[in-house]
């Protein structure tokens, strides 16, 4: 069997738009970081719920100060001091000022806040304002942050530490979050042994496995692991239905030779619903790569990844792991995720028409790396990492990939170019 | 207690790289995906252990093949095929050629391997082979992925799917990676309650505990929430004796007013071996920032965070969460982490001179987000997110963050300025 249906990389990503996102499910708001909302979230009361000071000074009637100088001050006599924690039982009277500290609520009657700067004592129970201050002045209103019934943040938000923040400021404690999606990971091949297992001759160590499963988890998924299967038609298919039952996507990597990628095709192809929607993707490394839809409603995505380990976590990077985002309520976008740095390519690249290639690179310069690109400071120099296809340590020297366009015949030295570091 | 040792944000990290990093723990390679390593790792095999065939095609000696062309090929006799996981038992004898999957170890007396699409079959048990290959082509060799002895990986090294993956093909199941940080959250306040209790008049929920336990999630560190502790000495103390006992780190936040903020300061003081390294930062957002070393041998790190859900957020972005990464193992650089994308400023921003600024910005543009910046396209503006102190919206409303230095007095509408996505 040879390449049937060999797609573009946009190609595939549009089949992948086609799988609907998960469900959405209660989350505790501690676990909810890094989480996209699945309905809208509304506010069920004012924040703040009261007015409050945004300075330490004098809550004050606002007309009282009109006029207000050095020259002249405001001469306002004091009136209870406002504590932290509750509401003043008072209510402030014309001419009179109370001790504020930030954050605390405004009595009733007052209306704007004096910044300790600009008050000075008078004599026992008075002070001197010498600034006018205007209504609200130095006070954050009633509902001014956010208010009852107000759409806050909608479906498919991302979750950060501002958010959670936010949400706990308005008492939500749970929220309705995208499922995570449960990964099946299933190595295969004949010469495939565990990593705890000492490899006899021929026998190489599962490495896909354990990648697989790390961009699995980085990705907000759940990784669900299976043993290694042969190239044995009875053992993949029990082992891929074992799989669909299990998770919501199965990623089942192996097939480097014709023989082995055949078998899992047609092993694919006969599950029960199957669907294969695509047989070959035009990128490089990763061609070999298989998708296909199988089992009821609206359907499990399976990816059937190259027996490579280098093929294999490119493709994972380029597809999968968006693929498991958009189930989650991302925008679905070709990965590899990663921030971006402008470089200029050390040396030119040859590629391919018709196939997008996907360069690892190093990058020359000591502020930058996988930790933080910084934007300011001279264009680093993107140094392609060399190899033979296969060679696992080009993935580790590497910082990041440099995307060469299906359509260009390569990339000349000098070219600036942006490099995304994962 | 007013500011006696403000100092630079530059200054303050400085500081904190007088931290000393964690110690290093075992950890196993499934659960070591974005851990930092805390010692070198050396290959204990070659990898690949013997030499295999990068692609599907015949094992053969490369002298063989030399001077071969479609007018006159090279006629080769069959040797017995390889299969995936064993070493061939035979040795490939002149004038032969193995049929060989990619993968597979070659036979003994083999030194290329000659692609599918250049042999043809010739008759019964031979090939023709129209294109010569020279020595290793082909050819994985042995120990050309890494090789026994050889430092693989060094001390701080970012563990990333490739890594995990890499080590996995070595056979090594399990890293010394630097220990996450156990953080102690205190939130403190007499207004303050716990989110799942009905705010009094007067009183508001604890947005700072659940936003700093996030964030410190985030920065890999394992948050550990403590009570709620009101504006009171003997209380402050026993907690923050708790929380060093606990933790790591210990990141109290509290103290809006000045009030507030001395006891804090005077508490923080007080513990045993403590040590007032920073009170008060020249940052905007975030000025009332205490930093201390308490306890014996390197101390624990003491960060004193402003009460305002808002600065202690961007103060704990600023340092906490690089300091975080530091004790793992990461470079220290000043935060807020996050991609960088360049942007046009929408409007002309104020700034004071002699305080380092963090302006929030919303950026106009479809495609760009906390998700993913592309470098393609046009450059998008950046918005300020204006709002008065202290409301937590700004902070969701914001993409991002625009760094204001130190020494400028604003930044004019349009200029080009990097913003921090988070």
Not at 20 to 26: I, K, S, T
Not at 167 to 176: I, S
Request: include cysteine.
């Amino acid at each position: 069997m040879e390449f049937f249906n060999v797609i573009t990389p946009d190609g595939f990503v549009e089949l992948l738009a086609g799988f609907p996102r998960l469900a959405g499910e209660a989350v505790p708001l501690d676990g909810a970081l890094g989480r996209r909302l699945a309905g809208e979230v509304a506010a069920r009361e004012d924040l703040p719920e009261g007015a409050r000071s945004t300075v330490d000074g004098y809550a004050v009637r606002a007309e009282d100060t009109f006029g207000a100088s050095d020259a002249i001050p405001a001469l306002l006599k004091l009136a209870p001091a406002v504590t932290m924690g509750t509401v003043p039982g008072f209510k402030l009277a014309p001419g009179h000022a109370a001790p504020i500290p930030t954050g605390g609520f405004l009595p009733q009657g007052a209306d704007a806040v004096v910044m300790v700067e600009y008050a000075n004592p008078a004599g026992a129970g008075a002070i001197e304002v010498s600034r006018p201050v205007t209504l609200r002045t130095n006070v954050l209103g009633r509902g001014e942050d956010a208010r009852a019934g107000e759409a806050l943040l909608g479906a498919g938000k991302l979750l950060r530490a501002q958010e959670i923040g936010f949400l706990a400021a308005l008492g939500v404690a749970e929220v309705e979050a995208f499922r995570r999606p449960r990964v099946a990971i299933v190595s295969s091949g004949d010469e495939v042994v565990p990593v705890g297992r000492e490899p006899r001759p021929g026998q190489v160590r599962d490495a896909n496995g354990h990648a697989l499963a790390a961009l699995v988890r980085d990705a907000g998924g759940e990784p669900v692991a299976f043993d290694i299967v042969p190239d044995d038609a009875a053992a993949l298919d029990r082992t891929l239905r074992a799989a669909l039952d299990a998770a919501d996507v199965v990623a089942i990597s192996g097939g480097s030779s014709v023989g082995a990628r055949d078998l899992m095709a047609s092993a694919v192809a006969a599950l029960p619903g199957a669907e294969v929607l695509a047989h070959g993707v035009a990128i490089r490394p990763g061609k070999p790569t298989l998708l296909g839809r199988c089992g009821g409603g609206a359907g499990h995505a399976v990816f059937g990844l190259p027996g490579h380990p280098v093929s294999a976590l490119v493709v994972a990077q380029v597809f999968l792991a968006p693929f498991l985002r958009h189930l989650q309520g991302a925008p679905l976008r070709k990965g590899p995720e990663g921030r971006e740095v402008a470089a200029a390519l050390a040396s030119s690249l040859h590629s391919t028409i018709g196939l997008e290639e996907y360069v690892r690179v190093r990058l020359e310069r000591a502020d930058v790396g996988p930790g933080g690109a910084r934007g300011d400071g001279e264009t680093p120099t993107a140094h392609p990492v060399w190899g033979k296809s296969g060679m696992l340590s080009t993935l580790v020297r590497a910082d990041g990939v440099v995307r060469v366009p299906m359509n260009a015949e390569g990339l000349a030295r000098g070219a600036a170019v942006p490099v995304i570091l994962y």
